[in-house]
């Protein structure tokens, strides 16, 4: 049996929900491969619960499986050899079923049921407002296809809408909760094996490594045998349509073109004609738009940058997709050396930012250290960028940090330079300022007597 990693907040939420002294209804949602039936399954294996996955075949069919499944929960088998019955008449069934517990129902692809009958939800939020609302029930919509959940579960023309008690928006784990699918990898170990699979569980669970990472890339990628191969091709096959558009944003984003002005031209497209497509690529949690952290209205600014939001898809479109004859021919060898030629400088030392602001995030909201910030990100402007910017209205704090993924140890010269970029950053004009360091070798002895004197300059040896 597969081990259950991490959740909690997800999980507590939903006992909470369970705990109401009335109907509730949630909905939760997100990417394929992100763990959504996993949760579910977690959540009902102590509560009585019908679990209902729903299928693209016609809805009488559905209708077919939904009963079998009330008829196995109740160990009633009567209620399968019905016929003719419809989705009010199995509600019904249940609404009758004296229980003491709140009674869990879950419609995982929700979506499915909606493609075959596109009534359905407003069938359900019919049957919600007549059996069940005022019943002891919890109804879980559970769905992959983002946009049809939008449309008819979340959207304010969706017709369940104001019906939810609550949602889930599963995203992908972080490096520490990611970290648990290999317990015996050191961190500098994890931090490759994060930059190439990320934090989506389903492709943490397919990639095994044993030692060599260039080997588990061989043998968990590289290989066209092997699940992940063409894993990103099937994904967007089954969110989106025009899927060669898809591909050619996210392979420019990817090769290193982050304004919306250089994804437009290396695709030799109008600027106007890609914001359906990256807003869509938002929306599944596989690109993020940023915009320097001083900015006062992110949605409207002009200094926007987009970025692969999901390590395993920013790899391949890197290091897999563009040799992918080299990968048909099984010349693996030189696909090989170009990965390794390349990875820490174009990937790792990347991601290792990403991870680093995580970290910083981790310290300052388990208080080890004495800052208060409201949000992180990074900055820039036309001539100087800085890795790390932390802002805390409240005590007007501002954290400047620089992460070095390097052999060489940082040197006080590091902690200088960031100091000069940070005169550029004024936030508050009576701003308390911090300066934080992230090193994967350490820190030359002089930069460490320098920190022991300074009162506001912490220093991080990570991994």
Same mark, same amino acid.
């Given at each position: $049996?597969?081990?259950?990693?991490? #959740? ?17 209804? %949630? /909905? ?19 509560? *009585? ?41 199995? &509600? ?10 709140? +009674?869990?129902? %879950?419609?995982?692809? &929700? ?37 049809? +959940? ?9 017709? =369940? ?14 490096? @520490? ?5 290999? *317990? ?21 669970? $397919?990639? @095994? ?14 290989? #066209? ?19 060669? !558009? ?14 919306? !002005? ?11 004609? =890609? ?5 869509? =690529? ?8 940023? %915009? ?5 209205? *992110? ?46 400088? !174009? ?17 300052? #909201?388990?208080?080890? $250290?004495?800052?208060? /910030? ?14 790390? /910017? ?18 060489? $140890?940082?040197?006080?010269? /590091? ?9 550029? %950053?004024?936030? &508050? *004009? ?24 300074? @009162? ?8």
């Amino acid at each position: $049996m597969k081990k259950f990693i991490n #959740r909690k907040q997800e999980l507590d939420f939903l006992e909470k929900q369970y705990q109401e002294q009335k109907s509730s209804l %949630v /909905v939760i949602y997100g990417r394929r491969r992100i763990g959504k039936t996993a949760l579910i399954k977690k959540f009902i294996e102590d509560k *009585p619960a019908i679990y209902f996955l729903g299928s693209e075949e016609v809805e009488s069919q559905n209708i077919e499986y939904f009963k079998r499944a009330v008829s196995s929960f109740l160990k009633n088998p009567l209620i399968e050899k019905l016929s003719g019955i419809s989705w009010d008449d199995i &509600f019904d069934i249940l609404v009758k079923t004296k229980s003491d517990k709140k +009674m869990v129902i %879950v419609f995982d692809e &929700f979506q499915n049921l909606c493609k075959t009958n596109p009534a359905f939800a407003s069938i359900l939020q019919r049957i919600w407002d007549e059996k069940l609302k005022s019943g002891n029930f919890m109804l879980i919509l559970c769905g992959s296809l983002i946009s049809m +959940m939008q449309e008819y579960a979340l959207s304010y023309s969706s017709p =369940l809408y104001g019906r939810r008690t609550g949602q889930i928006k599963l995203k992908q784990f972080s490096f @520490k909760e990611a970290k648990e699918f290999f *317990p015996d990898a050191s961190d500098d170990e994890f931090i490759w094996i994060y930059s190439v699979v990320g934090g989506v569980p389903k492709y943490l669970e $397919m990639f @095994k490594y044993e030692g060599d990472i260039y080997k588990a890339i061989e043998e968990n990628i590289l290989s #066209r045998q092997s699940f992940l191969y063409e894993e990103p091709l099937f994904l967007l096959e089954k969110e989106v349509h025009e899927i060669g !558009s898809y591909f050619s944003i996210i392979k420019s984003i990817a090769l290193g073109n982050h304004k919306l !002005s250089q994804i437009a031209q290396s695709l030799s497209v109008p600027q106007t004609k =890609l914001t359906k497509y990256l807003n869509t =690529l938002i929306e599944l949690d596989i690109i993020r738009r940023e %915009v320097p952290i001083t900015e006062e209205y *992110p949605e409207k600014s002009k200094r926007g940058l987009y970025f692969i939001n999901d390590n395993f898809i920013n790899f391949w479109f890197k290091f897999v997709y563009p040799y992918r004859e080299q990968l048909e021919l099984d010349n693996i060898e030189y696909v090989i050396e170009n990965i390794r030629s390349k990875i820490v400088a !174009s990937h790792i030392s990347y991601v290792y930012e990403e991870v680093c602001k995580q970290i910083l995030s981790d310290l300052i #909201r388990s208080k080890k $250290m004495d800052v208060h /910030v409201d949000k992180i990100g990074k900055w820039w402007d036309g001539k100087s960028e800085i890795d790390i /910017v932390g802002i805390g209205r409240s005590m007007r704090h501002v954290v400047f940090g620089e992460c070095k993924y390097s052999q060489n $140890m940082a040197d006080i010269d /590091v902690f200088f330079d960031l100091k000069k970029k940070a005169e550029n %950053v004024k936030v &508050f *004009p009576d701003q308390k300022e911090f300066y934080v360091l992230f090193s994967r070798a350490g820190f030359s002895e002089r930069l460490l007597e320098y920190a022991e004197e300074a @009162k506001n300059l912490f220093l991080i040896k990570f991994p």
